[in-house]
């Protein structure tokens, strides 16, 4: 048996691979960066992939289970995660192979009857929230998780709200980067722009609160609740872990017209938050004329030379940054 390690799969590989995951009830994810092919002469009797720290379309003939295939790809994308910086890693599984892939020193973070969340650090989350301050978790304790792309008057306001209700608000910045601002700088921006707000704390999400661009869909057989089982397995983590250290009481969102996805996930947050125990509010989101203020306008906005249009839907701190950034 030889296992073959390839960057972005291309012609009759690439066809074989979808081949043996549709095989497999598995759906070919187009964002995998490497993938393990496992190969007996020359068949294909197992493979996975990797995309940044994240393990997925793990699959194995199903003539050879038993063999301990999957051990044998597991260890070539680690092998291959290390050499590209990567060494906590994250594996979406279904929750049936909770046992083999805990064999192989993964573990479980949470999961819903369809999604299985492990990683290959144990008490990697207990860990991380241990590094981050909890100066208050008593009383009317609140919490915001935002993305900040940029940081705008809007986010502003709606932290104020927040924390005119709470004894303690926390904020958790998204720490994911996919979007035009880096995530470090998105933290700092939200830490500038709320500093004079003393019941107030920020803290990155870390890899824990879930952003949509990572989570698979490849193992789900009905694409159309993929939406639905992200925002559950994400309210899991943050209900099970971020609730009970920091105390928290009451999550608050505000409203959203424009975006569907986020829209959606506001009405699964509305549905099984009190579940847990959490209390919700939803705040109508300010607005600028017509319109609630937003960061994509921000977004679409920038280069565009209209300073002053500008300015008055971002603090002033946000927008210093981008003068300096020369994004204005």
């Not at 705008?152 to 005119?164: C, D, M, N, P, V």
């Not at 921006?189 to 019941?199: F, R, S, Y």
Request: proline content about 5%.
């Amino acid at each position: 048996m030889d296992t073959e390690l390839i960057s972005r799969l291309r012609g009759r590989k690439l066809e074989q691979w979808e081949a043996f995951l549709q095989r497999a009830g598995l759906t070919p994810d187009p964002g995998v960066e490497t993938t393990a092919l496992l190969w007996d002469e020359d068949e294909l009797i197992a493979c996975g992939s990797r995309q940044e720290n994240v393990l997925k379309c793990i699959a194995v003939d199903a003539s050879r289970q038993g063999e301990g295939l999957t051990a044998t790809v597991m260890t070539a994308l680690r092998q291959d995660a290390m050499q590209a910086g990567y060494r906590h890693l994250f594996l979406y599984t279904k929750p049936q192979n909770q046992t083999m892939f805990s064999s192989l020193f993964f573990y479980p973070i949470a999961k819903t009857d369809k999604v299985l969340l492990m990683e290959n650090v144990k008490n990697g989350i207990g860990d991380f929230l241990a590094g981050l301050e909890v100066p208050c978790k008593e009383g009317n304790v609140g919490a915001i998780v935002m993305n900040c792309n940029p940081f705008t008057r809007g986010h502003r306001w709606l932290i104020e709200q927040a924390a005119g209700e709470c004894d303690h608000l926390y904020l958790f910045i998204l720490s994911e980067d996919k979007g035009m601002f880096p995530a470090s700088d998105r933290l700092e921006l939200v830490k500038k722009g709320t500093a004079d707000l003393k019941n107030v704390t920020v803290h990155p999400t870390g890899p824990y609160l879930i952003s949509s661009a990572t989570f698979p869909t490849y193992f789900l057989k009905d694409k159309a609740t993929a939406a639905d089982v992200h925002c559950e397995l994400d309210i899991n983590v943050f209900t099970k872990y971020f609730v009970p250290h920091f105390g928290i009481t009451r999550r608050y969102l505000g409203t959203e017209p424009n975006c569907a996805v986020t829209s959606r996930y506001n009405e699964v947050l509305m549905e099984l938050l009190p579940k847990a125990g959490v209390a919700l509010s939803i705040l109508d989101r300010l607005q600028t004329g017509d319109a609630p203020i937003s960061a994509s306008t921000v977004r679409s906005l920038l280069g565009q030379g209209r300073e002053e249009e500008l300015h008055k839907l971002v603090p002033d701190t946000t927008f210093d940054y981008l003068k300096s950034h020369n994004m204005i």
